[in-house]
């Protein structure tokens, strides 16, 4: 069986659905769990969500343990703050792409400076919470790449 692709989601997301439409829709987290399983077929999911900094380095931690095929992490409002997040997935050797469902460079000049993107193969912002079932794919093809 294919290794699996982990699918991290950082503060906040688990509130998706409920307030902000025009920005980020009506979808919730669990309707986007759904949209990755069925994006990714017979590969297996890993869908995992944190408020807390030290879980999502857990969960990095974990996918490097687990050998996960790839990575693709929303790192919510840690994507511009936090170092810790950056160390634990440079550590990761598989491919990583950081996703966001708004278009952060559209936004408030806060949103604008991703440390993440410094080690992302590829970003994702913008399609809305479509864009997770297009990391997928995405995911799908980088590392059905040849080497
Ligand atoms: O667009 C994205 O996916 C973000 O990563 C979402 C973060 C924000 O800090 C980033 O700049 C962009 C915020 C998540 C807020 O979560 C919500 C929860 C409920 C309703 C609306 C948003």
New binding site residues.
Partial sequence: MAAAFHILN????N??????PE??GHTSLADIETMCREAAGDRAIVFRQSNAEHEIIGFIHDAIDDKAAGIVI????Y??TSIAILDALKMAPCPIIE????N?HR?EAI?HHSLVSKIATAVI?GLGPEGYAVAIGAMDRIVGRPA
């Avoid at 950082?10 to 997301?13: A, F, I, S, T």
């Avoid at 509130?15 to 902000?20: I, K, N, P, Q, V």
């Fill in positions: 950082g503060p906040n997301l509130r998706l659905g409920t307030r902000e920005i980020y929303n790192p919510a409002a994507t511009f996703l966001h469902i708004s952060i936004r949103y912002a």
